[in-house]
């Protein structure tokens, strides 16, 4: 890996930051600078015109809508995004299933899902995690029996991110009742408008609704929608996961966490003055920081290694379970920031009308969002495979162990 940036590279960065600031609309970039969750109709009016330009799926095969960049200008531009505090785009759609119908889907499939998700046209959920079957996947109950030309889906699942918003669902679902586990699950599209399924909220702490349970009872999917060959969801999936794990290092959200600790402790004060200044706090903020900058050059070294590295897999495991830690530490670390003020400054609304009559006792707009963040961070990991199970992972494909 070469760790010399290349002046092409800082034009590129350039470009693109110049092309965020022009193009992103001033009411979705002020929920964005107060961490409201994006939204379904602010991503889908930031998807549109990122598709217009041709940049909404960078890491798809430029033959299918996606570019010919490297993997360092997909991480720039990625880079790019969070800093502005662009909406995060349908994650489900572009990074989770787009780049499994890319590659398992028939042509059909991918003339008929690909172009409405970099279009913003749809929404799609992902719909794995189930009661019992949370990160140990393989134990998953949700069935799909064959039924002529249509499976009869029966079953459910549960912390399904943004379902309430989804148009469509990909599902993990067991197809063959007697083989082994893992060989007995097949990789499924469902329409949510489909008969038989129905969807709960399931409400958070930070008082919003971002997960949800989904129902299936005698849903009828015609077989056309089955990805690639029965029985094979499970390679599906650890394609699809070594994918979710290495995006879900979030470097790019935590720097930008960084930043706003920085700006929260330099107007935040002590006895000694601005909290920023104080050994423990400075310390504190240093530590995380060089964490982040080692994490972020892991992640471009995974992302120059080579597609077909057996370990691909555990190594996206571990940039996961330590991205979600120093995600977590930025977000309370931002709370310790504000302090007792942390308490009022809760987010209002993520209506158009957002603009908070009055800002949190710090009198200042960053402050917004933080306490919400913080509580919501919990989860962080949690989501995408506990850290338990990342870290039997790694100590498996990697250690040996």
């Keep these: ?114 172009p409405p998700i970099l279009n913003g046209d749809l929404w799609w959920a992902q719909g794995f995690s189930e009661p019992n079957a949370g990160s140990d996947l393989a134990s998953l109950k949700t069935r799909a029996d064959l039924d002529g030309d249509h499976f009869i889906v029966n079953g459910q699942k549960t912390w399904t991110t943004e379902a309430h918003f989804a148009d469509w669902i990909f599902a993990l679902v067991r197809t063959d009742q007697v083989a082994k586990p893992q060989a007995g699950i097949s990789f499924l599209l469902i329409d949510m408008t489909t008969p038989g399924v129905t969807r709960r909220p399931i409400w958070s702490i ?56 920085r700006h929260l402790a330099t107007l935040a004060k002590t006895p000694a003055g601005p909290l920023i200044g104080t050994h423990a706090f400075a310390t504190k903020l240093a530590k ?38 120093l995600s977590e530490r930025a977000a309370l670390l931002a709370a310790e920031a504000l302090g007792d003020h942390g308490v009022a400054a809760m987010p209002l609304s993520e209506s158009d009308d957002a603009t908070p009559k009055e800002l949190p006792p710090i009198e200042d707009d960053e402050a917004i969002g933080v306490s919400a963040k913080a509580m919501f961070r919990r989860a962080a990991t949690i989501y995408g495979g506990a850290s338990e199970v990342q870290r039997t992972i790694i100590a498996k494909s990697i250690l040996g162990l």
């Excluded at 992103?24 to 009016?45: E, F, K, M, N, T």
């Excluded at 094979?232 to 966490?257: M, N, P, Q």
């Design 206 to 261: 930070d008082g919003a609704n971002t997960l949800n349970e989904v129902f299936f009872e005698d849903v009828r999917v015609p077989i056309a929608n089955l990805v690639g060959q029965a029985g094979h969801g499970w390679s599906y999936a650890k394609f699809l996961l070594a994918h979710e794990r290495t995006t879900s290092s979030v470097v790019s959200h935590t720097k930008r966490d960084i930043e706003q600790i």
């Design 288 to 325: 995380l920081e060089a964490e982040v900058i080692a994490l972020e050059w892991s992640v471009l070294r995974v992302l120059h290694a080579s597609e077909g590295d057996a370990a691909g897999n555990s190594v996206a495991s571990l940039l996961k379970l330590r991205g979600s830690e």
């Design 1 to 114: 890996m070469d760790f010399n940036i290349a002046h092409e590279i800082h034009a590129f960065r350039s470009e693109v930051r110049e092309f965020i600031e022009a193009a992103l609309p001033a009411d979705i970039s002020r929920r964005g600078r107060h961490d409201y969750h994006s939204r379904r109709d602010d991503v889908q009016r930031w998807m549109k015109i990122l598709n217009k330009r041709g940049w909404s799926a960078p890491h798809w095969p430029a033959h299918l809508g996606g570019t010919d960049w490297s993997p360092l200008q997909r991480y720039i531009f990625q880079d790019e995004l969070r800093r502005a505090r662009a909406p995060v785009l349908d994650r489900c759609g572009l990074d989770l299933l787009g780049p499994v119908v890319c590659a398992f889907g028939t042509p059909e499939q991918q003339a008929r899902h690909l």
